[in-house]
C-alpha cells in the first residue's frame, strides 16, 4: 500500500538515449511534483502538475517533458540524456496547489545515473 | 529572492548532547516553513511544519519572522536521529512548490 511509487528505482544508460520515469500515487491528491536531487544533496522543483494541467515549470531543459495522465500518475520523460543528468529523481504528490497547508508526500526516488 | 539557507552542510553530536540545525530564509511574502528529513535509504518525509506548532521526535522549530529563521531544534540527540535534514520554504497561494535548502547532514555518535 505505498503511497507513492516511482519505477524504476535505480536507471543506467548511455548518453544520447532517451527514459522515461513513472510516478504514481494512491493517495487521491490532486497536485504532483518532479524534484531532481543532484551530487550535492541540492533538491529542486522541476515540475508541478495540478488536476493533469502544468502549474510550474522551473528553468528546466526542453529535452524533459512531464506527462500526467491522469491525477494519480506523472510520468517524466528525457530525451538525449546527458552526463549531467545523473541524479536522483524524486515524485510527490500533495492535497492542494499550496504547499503551505497541504504536506507533500514523496517517492522513493529513481537514480539515474548517465554514462 | 526566494532562498533557503542551511549554513551548515554537517553537524557532528554526541548522544544526549543538545542539537540546533540552523534555518534562514528570504521571501517577499509571508512564507510557510517546513523540516523534512531523510534518514538514510529512506524517502523524504516531514517532520515539522510551522503551521502546525507542534513537536515531532521530540523536535521544535519556531518562525522567527524577525530574523527570518526556522531553526531546528532537540535538546538531546538520539543515535537514531542521524539523517539528513532539509528546511523547506513554500509561499501559501497556489501554484508554489518547496523552495529546498541544501541540506544539513546530522550525525549522532555514542
Known amino acids: 500500500d505505498t503511497a507513492v511509487s516511482q519505477t524504476p528505482k535505480y536507471l543506467v544508460t548511455q548518453m544520447g538515449n532517451d527514459k522515461s520515469i513513472k510516478c504514481e500515487q494512491n493517495l487521491g491528491h490532486d497536485t504532483m511534483y518532479w524534484y531532481k536531487q543532484d551530487s550535492k544533496k541540492f533538491l529542486k522543483i522541476m515540475f508541478s502538475y495540478n488536476n493533469k494541467e502544468l502549474i510550474i515549470n522551473e528553468t528546466v531543459p526542453n529535452r524533459f517533458s512531464p506527462k500526467s495522465p491522469d491525477k494519480a500518475h506523472l510520468n517524466l520523460h528525457i530525451n538525449s540524456l546527458e552526463l549531467g543528468d545523473s541524479a536522483v529523481y524524486f515524485c510527490?504528490?500533495?492535497?492542494?496547489?499550496?504547499?503551505?497547508?497541504?504536506?507533500?508526500?514523496f517517492g522513493p526516488g529513481t537514480r539515474l545515473t548517465v554514462t | 529572492a526566494q532562498r533557503v539557507t542551511q549554513p551548515e552542510k554537517l553537524l557532528s553530536v554526541f548522544k544526549g548532547a543538545p542539537v540546533e540545525l540552523k534555518c534562514n530564509y528570504s521571501?517577499?511574502?509571508?512564507?510557510?516553513l517546513f523540516w523534512y528529513v531523510q534518514y538514510s535509504r529512506q524517502r523524504l518525509q516531514l517532520l515539522l511544519r510551522?503551521?502546525s506548532r507542534e513537536s515531532i521526535k521530540g523536535f521544535t522549530a519556531d518562525l522567527n519572522k524577525g530574523e527570518t529563521s526556522f531553526h531546528l531544534k532537540k535538546p538531546f540527540a538520539q543515535e537514531e536521529d542521524s539523517a539528513m535534514y532539509y528546511c523547506?520554504?513554500?509561499?501559501?497561494?497556489?501554484?508554489?512548490?518547496?523552495?529546498f535548502g541544501k541540506g544539513t547532514t546530522l550525525s549522532v555518535s555514542s
Open positions: 510527490a504528490s500533495s492535497q492542494g496547489t499550496s504547499g503551505g497547508n497541504y504536506e507533500q508526500y
Open positions: 523547506a520554504l513554500s509561499g501559501s497561494q497556489a501554484g508554489t512548490a518547496l523552495i
Open positions: 521571501y517577499s511574502g509571508s512564507p510557510e
Open positions: 510551522h503551521i
